[in-house]
């Protein structure tokens, strides 16, 4: 079965990096693309970007432009999503979404990385 | 950017009832809409794209419609289990927005 399966929960502080892996199973890596969604506590969700993982071409949302870096290790079929320079404001659950090439729904999620960013 | 209103934030509902939840584009985003259902501390879940194209393993109580810049999706006979908050996500066009978010509640 499909399955997207993101890395444990992350307690960094301000300043610091954090690299969020998402592996993707039950399907060709390469076919589809993968999203980051974002959301912050008790708010609603916020598309960051995807990256293309044929030719592993990001595309960031404007918000999410200069600190944040999405990456492949296509080998391994799991995607990245880097944050630096750590912010207060970047604590959040980080989810990874699957979507078609053309048709570009989010049909299947990773269970979220929850990122704490406190001194 | 296209923006997605969700008119209300909140809905109760009584058990075994109907309950409409909208969604309005702020350009035409040509039926490319999706819902998504979040029930508390769980991954977003996939319920209709294409505006109303019911994803497998739906129960067919949930339907979409709508077209141009308005749509909704519609939960008849409603169960304990629908609740949750129900969003909206046009993916005509980069950066695909999300609406703000319905919460329904049983009455």
């Known amino acids: 079965q499909i399955q997207l399966v993101q890395s444990g929960p992350e307690l960094k502080k301000p300043g610091e990096t954090v690299k969020i892996s998402c592996k993707a199973s039950?399907?060709?890596?390469?076919?589809?693309?993968m999203n980051w969604v974002k959301q912050a506590p008790g708010k609603g969700l916020k598309w960051m970007g995807w990256i293309n993982t044929n030719t592993g071409e990001p595309t960031y949302a404007e918000e999410f432009k200069g600190r944040f870096a999405f990456s492949l290790e296509t080998s391994a079929s799991t995607a990245y999503l880097q944050i630096n320079n750590l912010k207060n404001e970047d604590t959040a659950t980080y989810f990874c979404?699957?979507?078609?090439?053309?048709?570009?729904?989010?049909?299947?999620w990773g269970q979220g990385t929850t990122l704490t960013v406190s001194s | 950017d296209i923006q997605m209103t969700q008119s209300s934030s909140y809905l109760s509902v009584s058990l075994g009832g109907r309950v409409t939840i909208t969604c309005k584009a702020s350009d035409h985003i040509n039926n490319w809409l999706a819902w998504y259902q979040q029930k508390p501390g769980n991954a977003p879940r996939l319920l209709i794209s294409?505006?109303?194209s019911l994803e497998t393993g739906v129960p067919s109580r949930f339907s979409g419609s709508g077209s141009g810049k308005d749509y909704t999706l519609s939960i008849t006979s409603l169960q304990t289990e629908d609740v949750a908050t129900y969003y909206c996500q046009q993916y005509w066009s980069t950066p695909y927005t999300f609406g703000g978010g319905t919460k329904l509640e049983i009455k």
């Open positions: 294409g505006a109303t």
């Open positions: 979404a699957r979507s078609g090439v053309r048709r570009r729904y989010f049909d299947y």
């Open positions: 039950g399907y060709t890596f390469t076919n589809y693309g």
